[in-house]
């Protein structure tokens, strides 16, 4: 085998087990996210509902001081 094959093959091996990895994190993840939701959903929904509050809340405000700023021009 000549140098530059084995190095394309070694490459391709750690390319593959990241690749790998990356994939099996990923299923960690998403069965974290699969139990929080399970076993924590009334908390779940509550930090989701506040987030939503806050982002609604933050939008409204933005729109009121941009109209402020139009009628003040």
Do not use: G
Request: aromatic share 14%; net charge neutral; glycine share 0%.
């Amino acid at each position: 085998m000549t140098p530059s094959k084995a190095k394309e093959e070694s490459r391709l091996i750690i390319d593959t087990v990241i690749v790998w990895r990356c994939l099996w994190f990923f299923i960690i993840i998403l069965l974290s996210i699969l139990m929080l939701v399970i076993f924590y959903f009334d908390d779940v929904k509550r930090v989701v509902t506040f987030v939503y509050i806050v982002m609604d809340t933050s939008i409204h405000l933005y729109k009121a001081l941009e109209n402020q700023a139009r009628e003040s021009n």
